[in-house]
Structure formats: C-alpha cells, structure tokens
C-alpha cells in the first residue's frame, strides 16, 4: 500500500503521523511511505531520518494526497486537506466529528474512508488510540492552569502548592477517565488540593483505592459542583463521550459564583467543550476572559510538546496502520471489531453512531457500510 503522511498544518501543530521507527516498519512489511518534506523538522525528526527508514520525501501536500492509498495524519483535515481527499481513500487520524458539521460535510462528500483514532476501541472497553494524547493533555491542563493562574497572565494569582501558612490552590477535576486522572497526578504532585468529579461509583472507589486521602472524590451533581466553584480556583474539564459532544457541566450563569481571575481549562474541546462558555483557541493566544474568568481551550494541547506526543501517538496507532495496510482497510475492520469501531464515514455514508445523531444524519452501521 502507497502510504502518506503530509506535514500538519494546524496552528502551532508540530506533530506528525508517523515518526521514522514507524515508517521503516511499514516498509518492513512492504508498503512504500512518503513523508512531505520537513514534516517533523521541528521536533528534531530530519528528513534524512526518514530516508534512511525507506520514507520517499515529497515536497508538497497535493502530491501526496494525490500518491497515497492511505493518508496518516495527527489532526483533522483542514478544509483544504479535505478538499484533497477522493473516494477510495482511506484517512487515519482524530477527527472529532460530533462537534465539527463542516468537516463531517467535507468528509462526506469526498467519498473516502475515514478512521477516527478516538473511536477505536480495546478488549477492556478503553480507547487505546486517544489513552497516549489524553495522558498528555491531562498532564498538560495542569501546567497550563497553573500558569494561566498567574496575576500576569489575567489569573488570581494563587500558586499551585502554595506555601508554608498560605492554602495551595483548589483543583476540581471533572471526570475521572484518562485525562482526569493524569491531571489529579500532576496536580497533587504540585501540593494542590484536588477533588475529582464523576458519576461511575466504580471509578470513584478505583481512584479512592489508588489514592486514599491524597485527594477527594466525589459524586457528580449540579448542587456538589455549584458548591465547589465558589471557592475552586482551577477547574479541569475532562469528560468523554466516545464519538459524541462534550455535556455542557458548567453554564454562563455558574461563573458568577466563581472568584475572579479563577481558571477553567477545558480538555474536552475538541470534542465541543464541557463548559457553555468555551471556544476553541491556540497555542498561539491560547486564552480568554468571560465575566472574570480565565478559559483555556486549546484545541490541540499536545501539540505543545510535539515531540513527546508524536512518539507517544506512533506507539500507540501503529499496530493497527500495519493491519490497514497488510489487510486493506475493509477486510482489517471487518475482522478486527475494535478497528471497525473507528470507522466514522465510508463512501459518503456517516458510521458512527454518536457523530450521526449529533449532526442530524442517517446512521448506517460501519459493517453494513463496508459491506455494501
């Protein structure tokens, strides 16, 4: 198989698809790769790295949307990208289509096959494709709250850990999946005082069991939240629906009983954002006020530390870019109903659930899809 991997193109985006260990075992099994030039150049991965792991390097995006019968990308197309696209092709990145109608529009129309890493799924009920960027963003959220908490930067000017006779800073962390948890870590790592929303029992007692009385937890309501925001200072928004929008847990009205210069980071804009207030920004000016509240919600925080991410990414996706290619995509997800999990649009058809409903198409169920 003719594999792709284009320079991302994102705001401050310096990922890529594939870093050159991928590529030279995608080579190991046959299939030729083309790497746009300078594609990893910013995170220290050389074109010549990739040559010498059997990449072809090619100058421009046309061209390798033009070549390829599989492109492997870190974001979502951008508009142009999505242009590129034809029917036949198979793409395999995030595409966060529930929030996104434009994309979903573009991806329909083009006719390709596209595979969201956020929807595959594992034998534990996990998403084992979003775990290393989630790991990364929750661990992140932390780091950018806490800068952000800085009266420089518009925030109160509470320090994380506090000092000896001053309180640390109140982190409220809602949801306790991937992100929540790498976020309470780093949190109480810099002597904050944590406390995790979410409404599994199960997970709850989990992070009660690993943690004891290093941070609390408690179950998710309107009343337990509203209690807590009058005196949180750095509120993480790290809930997931597979596929679908982020619930809106923190409307406009809520931000008055929060303190001035408080901070909301929000995790989960890529998939629309958990907070009413929230929009998505880059890394470029990553913040903004609302009635005296600091939000944070870059839609790529990952991208921040490329590098780490990109080896974090190609650890974790390329196991089933090898099944795509040795299989053709078809046959691979027919076979392997985790990877048939991520399957979001196929030949102008919307194949997930969750993306279909949210966006008022019809719903076609990706084997009946690939059947066809």
Do not use: W
Not at 108 to 136: F, H, N, W
Not at 169 to 178: N, R
Not at 275 to 282: K, L, M, Y
Request: proline share 5%; hydrophobic share 40%; net charge negative.
């Amino acid at each position: 198989m003719r594999i792709g991997v284009p320079k991302e193109i994102k705001n401050h985006e310096y990922r890529i698809g594939l870093t050159p260990a991928g590529v030279r075992e995608l080579v190991g099994h046959g299939h030729s790769v083309m790497v746009q030039r300078d594609g990893g150049r910013a995170i220290g991965l050389t074109d010549d790295l990739y040559e010498r792991a059997g990449a072809e390097i090619v100058e421009t995006p046309e061209e390798i949307f033009e070549r390829a019968e599989m492109i492997i990308k870190v974001k979502e197309p951008q508009p142009d990208e999505c242009r590129m696209l034809r029917e036949g092709q198979v793409l395999y990145t995030y595409l966060h289509l529930a929030p996104d109608p434009e994309q979903t529009r573009l991806l329909v129309e083009s006719g390709c096959t596209a595979i969201a890493y956020e929807t595959v799924t594992d034998d534990r009920g996990g998403l084992p494709l979003l775990a290393p960027m989630s790991e990364v963003a929750g661990r992140m959220s932390i780091q950018a709250g806490a800068h952000a908490l800085e009266r420089a930067q518009g925030g109160s000017g509470v320090l994380m850990g506090g000092v000896p006779g001053v309180r640390p800073a109140e982190v409220m962390i809602l949801g306790g999946g991937v992100v929540g948890l790498n976020a309470a870590r780093m949190a109480m790592g810099m002597g904050a005082d944590v406390t995790i929303f979410d409404r599994s029992l199960p997970r709850l007692k989990y992070i009660d069991e690993l943690y004891g009385d290093r941070l609390n937890t408690l179950y998710s309501t309107e009343e337990a939240i509203d209690q807590h925001l009058a005196t949180v200072d750095l509120v993480i928004g790290a809930v997931l629906i597979p596929g679908a929008s982020a619930p809106k847990l923190i409307r406009r009205e809520q931000l008055a009983i929060m303190e001035p210069g408080s901070v909301l980071v929000d995790v989960a804009i890529d998939q629309g954002g958990c907070f009413e207030t929230s929009r998505a920004t880059t890394h470029q000016a990553p913040t903004y006020e609302v009635d005296g509240i600091i939000h944070y919600c870059v839609a790529n925080m990952p991208g921040a530390v490329a590098r780490t991410s990109t080896f974090a990414l190609t650890n974790a996706t390329l196991a089933c870019a090898i099944q795509l290619a040795n299989k053709g995509a078809a046959r691979a997800m027919l076979e392997d109903v985790h990877l048939l999990r991520g399957l979001n649009v196929h030949r102008g058809q919307v194949t997930y659930e969750a993306v279909a409903r949210d966006l008022g198409y019809d719903y076609v169920p990706a084997a009946e899809a690939l059947s066809d």
